[in-house]
């Protein structure tokens, strides 16, 4: 097992859901933490929280990662201390809406393409030059059972996650002869803010997805993220697909 105690961990859509939780068990081991996320509130105080609990460097800062230029902005001018990333979790990530396509809202869409491909590929591409000047890296992406799989209403959701999963083999293979590694965690249902985003605040709607079973928790997902970051140098766990006992895929879900 790798030893994580004062290395950096950047970790994106930390305010909640998976990024929250990493963000815990990577604290845990001894990590120090680069956290970002759209609410300023929300992760400055998990900052806070971090730092008094398991007495850690916390850096926690805004982003909204669909503007590249505060992207860039922002990591181009992080102190030098925090420039050594030896871990990145492209976590933030969200879905809106579950339409047909012919019934799609424009905005939803948007929202959905510019987060979960655009700014994606807007921090790595900031974050990857610093891994290969430090020698050293891993990116580890949030993908999902809807990139392997297409569900009814699901298109361009699962479209965005599709293009995760592309993106995350073309990485691999782009920094092969480096020593970068890249990996992907698809979880299946599990139960955060994802469907609360989805259906924009409709919390009995977002209840019903889980009713009946036993969804993945965030805990869950962060466990086998900090397993993909913590094996040997020499071993790369390229792809992980995490599903509640209960889901045998996108549409097959026994419930009580």
Request: hydrophobic share 40%; glycine share 6%.
């Amino acid at each position: 097992m790798k030893n994580l105690k004062n290395k950096v961990v950047f970790i994106t859509g930390a305010s909640s859901g998976f990024g929250k939780a990493c963000a815990e068990q990577f604290a845990a081991l001894g990590a120090n933490l680069l956290i970002c996320a759209r609410r300023a509130d929300k992760i400055e105080k998990l900052a806070f929280e971090l730092h008094n609990k398991f007495k850690i460097k916390v850096f926690a800062f805004q982003l909204d990662i669909r503007n590249q230029e505060d992207v860039d902005d922002i990591i181009s001018s992080l102190p030098k201390e925090w420039k050594k990333i030896d871990v990145l979790v492209n976590n933030a990530g969200l879905s809106r809406g579950l339409n047909k396509i012919q019934d799609g809202v424009l905005l939803d869409w948007e929202e959905m393409i510019d987060t979960n491909v655009r700014g994606l590929l807007y921090v790595s591409r900031a974050v990857i030059p610093l891994m290969l000047k430090n020698k050293r890296g891993h990116i580890i992406n949030i993908g999902s059972i809807a990139g392997q799989e297409v569900y009814p209403a699901g298109n361009v959701y699962c479209a965005t996650k599709h293009a995760v999963d592309a993106l995350t083999k073309g990485m691999r293979i782009d920094l092969n002869d480096t020593p970068i590694k890249v990996s992907t965690v698809d979880p299946g249902l599990a139960e955060t803010e994802f469907s609360l985003v989805r259906f924009r605040g409709d919390k009995s709607r977002a209840k019903s997805v889980y009713t009946g079973l036993k969804p993945l928790s965030a805990g869950d997902v962060a466990e086998t993220v900090v397993f993909t970051a913590t094996r040997s140098e020499h071993i790369n766990v390229a792809q992980v697909l995490l599903l509640p006992k209960c889901q045998a895929n996108t549409t097959l879900v026994k419930r009580n």
